[in-house]
């Protein structure tokens, strides 16, 4: 028995000084790797500098070289204007970075897909919009959620139908999705009102979601008549956007909100007319604030608070929810 525990202690021994021996091999090709990126950042960061001020930029480059510089380029994309980006994306075209980097969305290796994703879009080349549109099917979440950043930042409105199914199907991150459709901005408000009468109320309910951040005041009719619709999330999401909006055009159509049969429907229409200051709201309101459910009375309560501070002062000690906005209002 000693001879086994013997043997047993010396395997791990053993076993010990390999692991700190791969542990130490491992530091040392990190920091070299970390030091060969530093050095070829500093040796290309004149060439970035120069696609930022607009210059023509001439000369032949390793396509890991031009990784790395569209990789500098996303650093410094605050100071990239319209021009830059053009001039930007005409450097990568002329390398064939950007042909090379399509290529790579179809590697063997996921991550590879995912770091020729990620860098087309700080290349800034509209040519790659179909590829990273085609790679929101990839078998790999890394892939899809590079290609969708690279899609907002190319501003792709063409993209914009697709990333909202995507988004609906959850095969993409919420926020990735989200913050791809900003970036694409008000070219994504034609799409994104055709959608909102899309079969599946999931999509509605992310386009209805991304009008009121992204819409205007001619977008409210199209939001009321999703008041209606037959899916309460969507029915939610177009009273928040009409909040958003500031639609007091709607307030009627948002009155009657505040009677659905879903409770956090009746505090999304409460919520918006309480931010549009619809004071034809205020009986109503009072009203559920003495009697609805929680979440309901509450909303009411605070939308109330917002009309009529006065009104909702003096019915204070009629519910809790009056009074802690009446304590909110001091």
Request: glycine share 6%; charged share 25%.
């Amino acid at each position: 028995m000693a001879h086994v525990l013997a043997a047993v202690a010396a395997a791990l021994g053993v076993l010990g000084v390999v692991s700190v021996c791969v542990l130490a091999l491992r530091r040392i090709q990190v920091a070299r790797a970390d030091r060969t990126t530093r050095e070829a950042e500093a040796r290309l960061r004149p060439i970035a500098l120069a696609l930022v001020d607009g210059e023509p930029v001439a000369g032949e480059l390793e396509s890991r070289d031009a990784l790395r510089v569209a990789a500098l380029l996303s650093r410094y994309a605050r100071w990239l204007n319209r021009d830059a980006r053009r001039n930007a994306a005409s450097f990568f075209e002329q390398l064939n970075a950007v042909d090379d980097a399509m290529l790579e969305l179809r590697a063997r290796r996921p991550w590879r897909r995912a770091t020729a994703a990620f860098a087309l879009g700080d290349m800034g080349s509209p040519r790659a919009v179909p590829a990273l549109v085609a790679s929101l099917d990839d078998p790999s979440r890394d892939v899809r959620a590079a290609a969708t950043r690279s899609l907002g930042r190319l501003g792709a409105a063409e993209a914009v139908e697709p990333l909202v199914h995507a988004l609906a199907s959850g095969h993409l991150p919420h926020g990735v999705a989200g913050e791809a459709l900003l970036a694409v901005g008000a070219d994504a408000l034609p799409s994104l009102r055709r959608l909102e009468r899309e079969s599946d109320a999931t999509v509605r309910a992310a386009a209805v979601e991304l009008v009121g951040l992204l819409g205007n005041a001619s977008d409210a009719p199209l939001l009321v008549e999703r008041l209606r619709d037959t899916s309460a999330e969507v029915r939610a999401k177009a009273a928040r956007a009409l909040g958003r909006l500031g639609a007091g055009d709607a307030a009627s159509a948002l009155r009657a909100g505040l009677d659905d049969r879903i409770p956090f429907v009746r505090a999304a229409a409460a919520n918006a007319l309480g931010i549009v200051g619809d004071e034809e709201a205020v009986p109503a309101l009072l009203h559920i604030a003495r009697t609805d459910r929680f979440e309901v009375a509450r909303a009411a309560a605070r939308a109330l608070a917002r009309i009529d501070p006065s009104r909702t002062r003096a019915a204070a000690d009629e519910s809790p929810h009056l009074r802690e906005a009446t304590d909110l209002l001091a």
